[in-house]
């Protein structure tokens, strides 16, 4: 099993319209969680991280479900500029050895 | 300001050639990491320096040398390198090793 799995998509969606992605990760101590965007050929770009209470920042929202060990994030009302690919980010752990690790992304694909 | 500077941005070199490429953070920032990235694939974790000290070498060859030289700058030195090794080089940086990392634009590199 991979230790961060995304649905790699494509999810293709009507511009207005709610989407949500999922990501699960192997590592129950885990510690942080991020949500990054990348355009083509851009570098990724931090998005939002995820904390145990959720958040959100405008259209976007965050949730980190322990338990089931999976974060989610949900677009709302989404825009074409929303189209990007979104990238599930997980620190298995803090210490000397720890790095962050990248899903595969979900590109998401926003239709006029 | 969240930014990490990357030179050049984009480079050919030969299979004989030496090149090196710089990355510069002023956001007092103690982790830095150097990643790899190909088409439609997410960031590979190739080195992480914490503390100016190399943290973390992802068994990456030894063609491909990092360098600290103080805590706001990141180099690799490329050395013999072969036409596989054509990517996206990314540099980020984060507070600390395993935090929220921002990302440089990245050097687009084609070994011919």
């Known amino acids: 099993r991979k230790e961060v799995e995304q649905d790699p998509g494509p999810f293709n969606v009507p511009e207005g319209a709610t989407v949500a992605f999922n990501c699960t990760y192997s590592n129950s101590a885990s510690q942080s969680f991020f949500w990054y965007r990348q355009d083509c050929r851009k570098e990724p770009k931090l998005l939002m991280s995820?904390?145990?209470s959720g958040n959100e920042d405008g259209r976007f929202t965050a949730q980190l479900n322990r338990a089931s060990q999976y974060i989610s994030l949900l677009i709302r009302d989404s825009k074409l500029s929303d189209s990007a690919t979104y990238l599930c980010v997980v620190n298995p752990r803090r210490s000397s050895a720890s790095k962050i690790i990248f899903g595969s992304g979900t590109r998401l694909s926003i239709r006029p | 300001d969240t930014e990490v500077t990357q030179t050049p941005k984009h480079l050919v070199m030969g299979m004989t050639n030496k090149k090196s490429l710089k990355c510069e953070q002023h956001m007092g920032h103690r982790a830095m990491y150097w990643y790899k990235q190909k088409a439609k694939k997410p960031p590979e974790l190739m080195f992480v320096?914490?503390?100016?000290?190399?943290?973390i070498n992802e068994s990456v060859p030894s063609r491909f040398s990092p360098e600290c030289p103080n805590s706001s700058l990141l180099n690799l030195h490329l050395h013999a390198l072969q036409p596989e090794d054509s990517a996206l080089y990314l540099c980020?940086?984060?507070?600390?090793?395993?935090?929220?990392?921002?990302f440089g634009q990245g050097t687009r590199l084609t070994v011919v």
């Open positions: 995820v904390y145990s």
């Open positions: 980020a940086s984060s507070q600390d090793q395993g935090a929220e990392a921002f």
């Open positions: 320096y914490s503390y100016e000290k190399l943290s």
